[in-house]
């Protein structure tokens, strides 16, 4: 399988990113300050708050642009936008990175929102099922949620240069599989219009006069709805209901952490808690597919379950775990809210780019979500500022969601949002890369500690 091999090779990349750590650094410097560099973000080093003034300004001005069109295009392939948003805030804006990481959180989440409620309304392009794949979205979403949380854990222990090679090995090698997608769906694209079109031209009579000048139309031409019938068949209210459970139960879970002494038994008594909260949603739907595969498989029926077009063995079933929880950690870890691993991954396995970007967005809404609130019990961003960053979110959500479908219906092409995914992706390693590297630099020439750190002295 394609793309396992894939996932294997960057899993061997990373390992070997970690192993030179022990490789290249001095643990007997003494020369460099480790107090400064205790409480790095995955975007910088921290610093004391730099909260500029909501005014009318070029910089305002040119991050309020950046800011649509990454949002626009982040929530058409599925992947928020992180990565171009924190680069924007920091050296446009001028905020610190750890606000300029919260308040990008409040971006990806305003955005995802909106799309969320726009796809909501817009029907599945092929079947009649929701647009939202919700089989895939319980299986994905509490392995996720619980990689994110050990990934903003490690990215506390992680040296900044680490973390600077994990970005450029991950944005490159998933933009290229993605994009390397979008041209084999291109190809199949265009084969299919043109069959299209020699089917229609064969359709004439003896006489060579046309029979039929338009497509095909169904044999059960599908029923007209409206927006309000579309919403109500979209919305699963149980599974979301178990959604919003998920999202609860985590959110309690690091409020409370967040009040207990750091590396005290009740902190890692409630960080272990998140373990069976996951597990326990994640093997309740993947039991259900389990069980449902192998009663359509001996009555010889098969038709999938859900979008993704993998079999979904016990041993399929693992590999989606792995790769939700390694999606979710990197996410963490790179600050991002897993997107950039879960929409490469849905189109991997079989989901058409529709869905996929639909399904990745709502549930990179519920990480999202959760980050913000966490950020704001922490008052780590001001509320003016992520006001306005998220109403900017919002509007270019709309905007971006209805656009990629009226030139999808014009081109009759999907493969453009795998196309516009592969380039946010791209454009997330360029900006973080660039930005990581000269921080690297930085510490260098500075004599900055460049070995792990320890996580409960870090704190």
Not at 347 to 358: F, H, K, N, R, T
Not at 368 to 385: D, G, N, Q, T
Request: some cysteine.
């Amino acid at each position: 399988m394609a793309t396992r091999g894939f996932v294997l090779s960057l899993l061997c990349c990373f390992l070997a990113a970690v192993l030179s750590v022990f490789l290249f650094t001095d643990w007997n410097d003494t020369n460099g300050d480790r107090n400064s560099s205790l409480l790095h973000t995955p975007y910088g080093l921290s610093s004391e708050k730099v909260w500029p003034e909501l005014e009318l300004s070029w910089r305002l001005i040119l991050a309020t642009v950046i800011g649509f069109l990454g949002s626009a295009c982040g929530t058409v392939g599925g992947v928020g936008g992180g990565g171009i948003f924190v680069p924007m805030l920091t050296l446009i804006v001028g905020f610190d990175t750890k606000s300029a990481a919260a308040l990008s959180k409040c971006m990806i989440m305003g955005a995802s929102a909106s799309s969320v409620w726009y796809n909501l309304r817009v029907p599945h392009p092929t079947k009649e099922v929701p647009i939202l794949d919700y089989d895939l979205a319980l299986l994905f979403q509490p392995m996720l949620m619980l990689g994110i949380t050990v990934g903003v854990a490690l990215s506390v222990v992680f040296p900044y240069w680490l973390i600077t090679v994990l970005i450029i090995i991950l944005f490159l090698g998933t933009s290229s599989r993605s994009f390397c997608k979008g041209i084999e769906m291109w190809k199949e694209e265009t084969l299919l219009k043109k069959e299209m079109i020699r089917q229609q031209e064969a359709i004439a009579n003896s006489r060579g006069e046309l029979l039929i000048d338009s497509e095909y139309d169904p044999l059960v031409p599908r029923e007209e709805k409206s927006e309000m019938q579309i919403l109500c068949f979209n919305l699963r209210w149980t599974m979301i209901c178990v959604l919003l459970i998920v999202w609860i139960a985590f959110l309690l879970i690091q409020i409370i952490k967040n009040e207990v002494a750091v590396c005290s038994t009740w902190y890692w008594a409630l960080f272990c808690l998140q373990i069976p909260a996951a597990c326990g949603v994640f093997g309740y739907e993947a039991v259900k597919l389990y069980k449902e595969h192998k009663k359509r498989m001996s009555t010889g029926n098969t038709e999938a379950i859900c979008e993704a077009s993998i079999q979904w063995t016990a041993t399929n079933l693992a590999f989606c775990a792995l790769c939700g929880i390694l999606g979710g950690t990197v996410g963490g870890l790179l600050g991002s809210g897993g997107g950039f691993i879960l929409g490469p991954l849905l189109l991997e396995i079989g989901v058409i780019p529709q869905v996929a970007s639909a399904t990745a967005t709502f549930v990179m809404m519920f990480s999202s979500s959760l980050s913000v609130v966490e950020f704001y019990l922490l008052k780590r961003f001001p509320i003016p500022y992520a006001l306005y960053l998220m109403a900017v979110s919002v509007l270019a959500g709309f905007w971006g969601q209805s656009f990629i479908r009226k030139l999808i219906t014009i081109l009759k092409r999907a493969s453009v949002i795998v196309f516009i995914l592969s380039g946010v992706i791209f454009a997330s390693a360029l900006t973080m890369g660039v930005v990581g590297i000269e921080k690297s630099i930085q510490m260098i020439h500075n004599h900055e500690f460049m070995g792990f750190l320890s996580f409960c002295s870090s704190q």
